[in-house]
C-alpha cells in the first residue's frame, strides 16, 4: 500500500500553487499517492479583486474530515508577517476535534512557503507552525539546508516580492521536488513498518 499525502495550501498569486505542483513530483517519483488541496479562502471577492489576485488553483478545498485519509502532510504557507495566513490557521483551528480525539497522531508534517522579500520570515514562518502541528503529535519532517534561494532548512521556498512580480525559479522547483522526493521517503518507510506491526 503506497503513503498517501495531501499538500495543503493557500495560494494568492500562485507561487505556493507552483511549488506545490514540484512538491508533487517529488512525492510521486518516491511512490507516493500525492494530492494538492486548498483551505477555503476568507476574503471576499472584492478585496480578492483589489489585491490583483488570479483565480485560485483548479484544484479541490480541503475539509476536516479529509484529514483522517492521509498518512501526512506537507503544508504550502505564503508568509504573513513571519506566520501563517488567516486561511491557514483558521483551517487548523477547525481541527480540534480531530485532535482531542487523537486522530492526527502518527502523522507526519512539513512545510513550504513563500514570502515577498529574502530573509521575509520563511524561517520564523515554518518555525510559528510548530505551535501548532506538535500538539497533534505529527512527526515533524525539515529539509535541511541545500543553498541560497528561497526557502530553508525548514522546507522549500520561493520569494514573491511584495506584488507577486517575482515569480519562482527553476532552481526553486528543482529544491520543492528534492522535498516532496525526501518526504515520499521517509512516509512510504513509516507506512510500509505500520503495515508489518
Same mark, same amino acid.
Given at each position: 500500500?503506497?503513503?498517501?499525502?495531501?499538500?495543503? #495550501?493557500?495560494?494568492?498569486?500562485?507561487?505556493?500553487?507552483? /511549488?506545490? /505542483?514540484?512538491?508533487? @513530483? +517529488?512525492?510521486?517519483?518516491?511512490?507516493?499517492?500525492?494530492?494538492?488541496?486548498?483551505?477555503?479562502?476568507?476574503?471576499?471577492?472584492?478585496?480578492? %479583486? @483589489?489585491?490583483?489576485?488570479?483565480?485560485?488553483?483548479?484544484?479541490?478545498?480541503?475539509? !476536516?474530515?479529509? /484529514?483522517?485519509?492521509?498518512?501526512?502532510?506537507? &503544508? +504550502?504557507?505564503? %508568509?504573513? &508577517?513571519?506566520?501563517?495566513?488567516?486561511? #491557514? @490557521?483558521?483551517?487548523?483551528? $477547525? %481541527?480540534?476535534?480531530?485532535?482531542?480525539?487523537?486522530?492526527?497522531?502518527?502523522?507526519?508534517?512539513?512545510?513550504?512557503?513563500?514570502?515577498?522579500?529574502?530573509?521575509?520570515?520563511?524561517?520564523? %514562518?515554518?518555525?510559528?507552525?510548530?505551535?501548532? /502541528?506538535?500538539?497533534?503529535?505529527?512527526?515533524?519532517?525539515? &529539509?535541511?539546508?541545500?543553498?541560497?534561494?528561497?526557502?530553508?532548512?525548514? +522546507?522549500? +521556498?520561493? #520569494?514573491?516580492?511584495?506584488?507577486?512580480?517575482?515569480?519562482?525559479?527553476? @532552481?526553486?522547483?528543482?529544491?520543492?521536488?528534492?522535498?516532496?522526493?525526501?518526504?515520499?521517503?521517509? #512516509?512510504?518507510?513509516? !507506512?510500509?513498518?505500520? $503495515?508489518? !506491526?
Amino acid at each position: 500500500m503506497a503513503a498517501k499525502v495531501y499538500i495543503i #495550501i493557500y495560494s494568492l498569486y500562485h507561487h505556493i500553487y507552483t /511549488l506545490a /505542483l514540484e512538491v508533487q @513530483k +517529488g512525492l510521486v517519483a518516491s511512490g507516493v499517492d500525492a494530492k494538492i488541496y486548498q483551505v477555503p479562502e476568507t476574503l471576499s471577492d472584492e478585496i480578492l %479583486t @483589489k489585491m490583483h489576485a488570479p483565480p485560485k488553483p483548479d484544484v479541490p478545498v480541503i475539509t !476536516v474530515a479529509d /484529514l483522517n485519509d492521509a498518512d501526512g502532510f506537507l &503544508f +504550502g504557507i505564503p %508568509t504573513r &508577517f513571519g506566520t501563517m495566513p488567516a486561511q #491557514i @490557521k483558521a483551517f487548523l483551528d $477547525a %481541527t480540534g476535534g480531530l485532535w482531542a480525539s487523537g486522530g492526527l497522531a502518527g502523522k507526519f508534517a512539513g512545510t513550504f512557503f513563500s514570502t515577498a522579500s529574502q530573509h521575509g520570515g520563511q524561517e520564523t %514562518t515554518a518555525f510559528t507552525n510548530c505551535y501548532l /502541528l506538535c500538539p497533534s503529535r505529527y512527526g515533524l519532517c525539515s &529539509f535541511g539546508f541545500r543553498q541560497l534561494v528561497g526557502g530553508s532548512a525548514y +522546507g522549500a +521556498g520561493t #520569494i514573491a516580492n511584495g506584488d507577486g512580480s517575482r515569480q519562482v525559479t527553476q @532552481k526553486e522547483k528543482e529544491i520543492a521536488v528534492t522535498q516532496g522526493e525526501n518526504f515520499g521517503k521517509i #512516509i512510504s518507510t513509516y !507506512v510500509k513498518g505500520k $503495515a508489518i !506491526v
